[in-house]
């Protein structure tokens, strides 16, 4: 009897994960397809590759994704990161600070960035959605205004954050690994991790419920700015060189279309970190098995917009299907 009840149990445990995470299935389908037309795919140098190139989302993807869940969004993410990548590297280029200056100067212009955004949201009431794409044009236009002219040579110094190693891993993925800790901690340990998903369900009931639904938002605002900016030094410490006008475009999108592939609900409420590792992973390895294919880059384009129309319908339907 024990052991037929197990069998029983097994199955539909396994059945119920991946019903609340269809992508899973959908990744590992995609990986297979990779490896058997490529044969490289799932060779440790590419993996490692892959895990670095999505770091840098990962570390944006986890705050949007609380925020989001918050009922909020920011699509100021990819400017934020341009310009914290060229504050980073101004810092550490022509102005010869430290690695560590240069790293927190940018973190503060990002949370600058993102404590505007949580103002105007939060506070005064604004629609995230025109606030954050109007400061996606002028964090946009400041970023070139201040850095008219392409930064390169940081110095072997800054070259540190995006080339380390930790324990044999490199240093963005270390960090990514933190932060998808951190947010999955925070949101099942910690009651402003419960009010998350109480400010997205219902606001209202949220505020006659006694929890602050300004604070709580804003500090996310703040958080995401932050992130943003680290991500655009790391980036700007990989590549030795940062531009204004190009760097981060379309990271808004992208980061967007992985947190929503990832299940999180963009009306608020819903969604889960082990959700957005899998969009991460997801777009990580779709980009890299496309491009081992040598598949034209318009076609990738096209690719990672289907993927983000899937996203949102995942978004959509998934909430209901998993009551």
Not at 6 to 22: C, D, I, K
Not at 289 to 303: D, I, R
Request: proline letters at 4%; a positive charge.
């Amino acid at each position: 009897m024990t052991t037929l009840t197990a069998a029983r149990v097994m199955p539909y445990g396994r059945l119920t994960a991946v019903r609340r995470h269809p992508l899973l299935a959908v990744l590992a389908v995609m990986v297979l397809v990779f490896q058997l037309t490529t044969g490289s795919f799932l060779d440790a140098g590419n993996l490692r590759g892959i895990a670095t190139d999505a770091a840098t989302l990962a570390i944006v993807a986890v705050p949007l994704a609380l925020l989001v869940i918050s009922g909020y969004l920011d699509l100021s993410v990819g400017s934020t990161l341009a310009l914290g990548g060229l504050v980073a590297g101004w810092l550490a280029g022509p102005q010869h600070q430290s690695p560590v200056v240069a790293v927190l100067g940018a973190l503060v212009v990002g949370g600058a960035v993102g404590a505007v955004n949580g103002l105007l949201c939060c506070y005064l009431g604004l629609s995230p959605f025109i606030v954050t794409l109007g400061m996606l044009t002028a964090v946009r236009g400041l970023a070139q205004q201040l850095f008219p002219l392409p930064l390169s040579g940081f110095g072997s110094g800054f070259a540190w954050l995006g080339g380390s190693r930790v324990a044999g891993i490199d240093a963005p993925v270390v960090i990514a690994v933190l932060a998808l800790v951190a947010g999955a901690l925070f949101l099942a340990l910690t009651p402003a991790g419960r009010h998350v998903y109480a400010i997205g369900v219902n606001r209202e009931a949220a505020y006659l419920s006694g929890i602050n639904v300004r604070r709580t938002p804003f500090a996310l605002f703040v958080v995401t700015g932050v992130a943003a900016a680290l991500a655009g030094a790391i980036k700007a410490s990989v590549l030795d060189s940062v531009v204004a006008g190009t760097s981060g475009a379309g990271f808004e999108l992208t980061v967007l279309t992985a947190v929503l592939l990832g299940g999180v609900a963009l009306t608020g409420g819903s969604g889960s970190v082990f959700g957005v590792l899998l969009g991460v992973l997801f777009l990580g390895c779709l980009q890299n098995g496309l491009t081992l294919l040598n598949v034209p880059t318009f076609w990738q384009q096209m690719a990672q917009g289907t993927a983000l129309v899937a996203g949102a319908a995942l978004a959509f339907f998934g909430p209901r299907t998993t009551r």
